[in-house]
């Protein structure tokens, strides 16, 4: 773990600020679609003050979600060669699939609003997607 520490930690920074930004994004999305005019200086203040807010419970929840996605896909890699060079992304892409599974199954809905519909699920896995590759590159090797 103290090899791999530092592009976990980067890996979970940067999946967090971006899934951050995502939520934002689609809550912002949905009030413009009802008729809310948002300026783009509000947008983006609020795009922050989101980070913010959010950006320790989305760090811990992801965390351990990358952590147990990139053990299994370390273990997973060798013994899948075909699947091999995207093990990472997808890695991060099924450890946010999962964790926002595992709230919905808790809490009969997903916290995090961004994420409740199918784009925004998506766009989620993507940013764990994104994270999984943040991984792949500075990993040791």
């Known amino acids: 773990m103290v090899k791999v520490g530092p592009a976990w930690a980067t890996a979970v920074l940067s999946t967090t600020v971006l899934a951050c930004l995502i939520?934002?994004?689609?809550?912002q999305a949905g009030l413009v679609d009802l008729g809310v005019d948002i300026p783009p200086g509000l947008?983006?203040?609020?795009?922050?003050?989101?980070?913010?807010?959010?950006a320790v419970p989305v760090l811990m929840v992801f965390g351990i979600a990358l952590a147990l996605g990139f053990?299994?896909?370390?273990?997973?890699?060798p013994r899948l060669p075909l699947l091999a060079?995207?093990?990472?992304?997808?890695?991060?892409?099924?450890?946010v699939a999962a964790a926002l599974g595992l709230m919905h199954l808790q809490f009969?809905?997903?916290?995090?609003?961004?994420?409740?519909?199918?784009?925004?699920?998506?766009?989620?896995?993507?940013?764990?997607?994104?994270?999984?590759?943040v991984f792949d590159w500075l990993r040791p090797r």
């Open 71 to 77: 053990a299994a896909a370390s273990w997973l890699k």
């Open 43 to 54: 947008a983006a203040e609020t795009a922050i003050a989101d980070l913010i807010g959010m």
């Open 108 to 133: 009969q809905m997903t916290p995090l609003a961004g994420a409740r519909g199918t784009d925004g699920f998506l766009m989620f896995c993507f940013a764990g997607a994104f994270g999984g590759l």
């Open 85 to 95: 060079p995207i093990a990472w992304p997808l890695a991060g892409a099924s450890a």
């Open 23 to 27: 939520q934002s994004w689609q809550v």
